[in-house]
């Protein structure tokens, strides 16, 4: 049976078959697919349209579809898509009736239906990981609340800080990651069914109904853009590349910890993998992959944005090339983040490693500069004064304790004895308290505001 072929005389060509065909992908959206059609052949029913046992029928035929899909008992592989997949379904199932499923739509409005159900669902969903993994990463900095670590610039030792302070930096990029998956799905709940081909329908069908009975909060305005619309995906799948490039980094920086030039951290043996050759290896393949993974997500976005970039209205079947980008992305997002959180809270730390690192260089340099500026002189005199100390440190081979304080205040009269508890590696960490900074109670406060965004209704 051929539900599209009425006008034509010859066959399809098979090549031109399996070159249009989507089924092998989007037969993923069958649930959404058949939700859809509930609610459709409801509303025609409720409207007039058909009758009542003839929806009966077709609602029957629907369930039993589903049911018989989710066992496996129907195999579409040789359909073009899924809607007509289920449709010609419901015709061999519920007789002439099921020739009424297809009144006042067309598969270009219930490809956007189905897509956007699964979306808002999927969302949902990964919103629920992001938190997860917030919450993680929030566990561990409370659980090492005194560990000191170097921070970088340039990948040079910059200022040293809390390891907690560093943990929770990724904390707040997930949380605009949240924010943004939850603002895009505003756009995604939108009800685009009864948009018909392109132009709407004759028949007096009621949107409002449908948008009712699937629970979105309101109808799309025009049915050329309804059809011809994929910015909810491309939307999507721009967060999803946020959300990716974070996680990258994060992979960055776990990667540089574990290795044995740095050793500030080990992962446990059950996320880590070995090497063919190297017996001695333990290499951090999950970290790597997601990093590498996140250029895959990358080029989902651009392949989208290319092609509906110079698409007439209203919709193209070059749209349907929006599956895989939005299928493959969902699942390297979803599970990134469930592997992150676990692997997150099976890392030992070695604080006394990240100790020992934080401690060279001359780690104090901006805080003796801060320390003149307590003293009068202006900051840029200041910072000249320290960078001559430390080019006399260099030269002497010692560090700032090696200083006494005549030593000091051969370069200003300003140092005073007080000038050796501000180079203390604990007080150059304990001290950064504006808002946002990596002192101990800015960094109460920062976990005190974490936890309330984890406990927010998602
Ligand atoms: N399979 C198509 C897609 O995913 C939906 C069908 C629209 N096809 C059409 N010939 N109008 O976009």
């Known amino acids: 049976m051929d ?46 349209i058909i009758k009542e046992i003839e929806a009966e029928k077709v609602l029957c035929a629907l369930k039993e579809i589903e049911k018989d899909i989710e066992k496996g008992k129907l195999n579409f592989n040789q359909k073009e898509d899924i809607h007509l997949a289920i449709e010609e379904e419901v015709i061999k199932r519920a007789g002439e009736v099921g020739e009424k499923l297809h009144t006042a739509r067309s598969r270009n409005d219930q490809i956007a239906l189905d897509e956007r159900l699964y979306l808002r669902e999927e969302i949902g969903q990964i919103i629920v990981l992001i938190n997860d993994f917030q919450k993680t990463l929030l566990g561990l900095a409370e659980k090492n609340l005194q560990v000191i670590m170097p921070g970088y610039t340039h990948l040079q030792y910059a200022q040293p800080i809390l390891f ?13 990651d949240k924010e943004r998956f939850k603002d895009s799905s505003r756009r995604v709940n939108v009800m685009p069914l009864g948009a018909g081909a392109l ?16 629970a979105f909060p309101k109808v799309s305005e025009n049915s050329l853009d309804t059809v011809g619309d994929r910015d909810y995906i491309i939307e999507f799948l721009s967060a999803a590349a946020i959300l990716m490039m974070h996680l990258s980094r994060l992979s960055e920086d776990f990667i540089l910890w574990s290795s044995p030039a740095f050793s500030f951290i080990q992962v446990s043996d059950a996320f880590a993998t070995g090497s063919s ?9 999950v970290a790597e992959l997601i990093r590498g993974k996140t250029g895959k997500v990358y080029g989902h976005l651009v392949s989208l944005l290319t092609t509906m970039k110079a698409l007439p209205l209203s919709y193209n079947r070059d749209m ?3 599956k895989l980008p939005l299928f493959e992305t969902i ?50 005199k200041a910072h000249q004064l320290i960078g001559a100390i430390i080019k006399y440190c260099l030269e002497e081979g010692k ?4 200083l006494t304080l005549s030593d000091y205040q051969k370069f200003s009269s ?21 808002a946002g900074g990596t002192g101990k109670k800015s960094l109460a406060r920062q976990i005190k505001e974490a936890k309330k965004a984890i406990s927010l209704k998602l």
Not at 15 to 22: A, E, P, Q
Not at 167 to 172: D, E, I, K, Q
Request: proline share 2%; glycine share 6%.
């Open 399 to 402: 560090g700032f304790e090696g």
């Open 277 to 285: 050759i190297m017996p001695q290896k333990k290499n951090p393949d």
């Open 320 to 322: 349907q090339e929006d």
């Open 199 to 214: 132009a709407g329908t004759s028949l007096r069908i009621d949107r409002e109904y449908v948008a009712k009975l699937l």
């Open 331 to 380: 699942e390297v997002v979803k599970t990134s983040l469930k592997l992150y959180a676990k692997m997150f809270s099976h890392i030992k730390i070695d604080k006394d490693s990240m100790r020992k690192e934080a401690e060279k260089g001359f780690f104090a340099a901006t805080d003796l500069a801060d320390y003149l500026v307590e003293k009068g002189v202006p900051f840029r």
């Open 164 to 176: 907690s302070h560093h943990l929770l930096a990724y904390f707040w990029m997930l949380e605009r």
């Open 414 to 434: 300003s140092f005073g004895k007080d000038v050796f508890g501000r180079i203390k590696l604990d007080s150059c960490v304990f001290n950064k308290e504006s």
């Open 3 to 48: 539900l599209c072929r009425g006008r034509f005389t010859e066959e399809i060509d098979k090549l031109v078959r399996d070159f249009t065909s989507s089924i092998k992908l989007d037969k993923k959206l069958y649930k959404y697919d058949i939700a859809g059609s509930t609610a459709h052949v409801k509303m025609l029913s409720k409207c007039g």
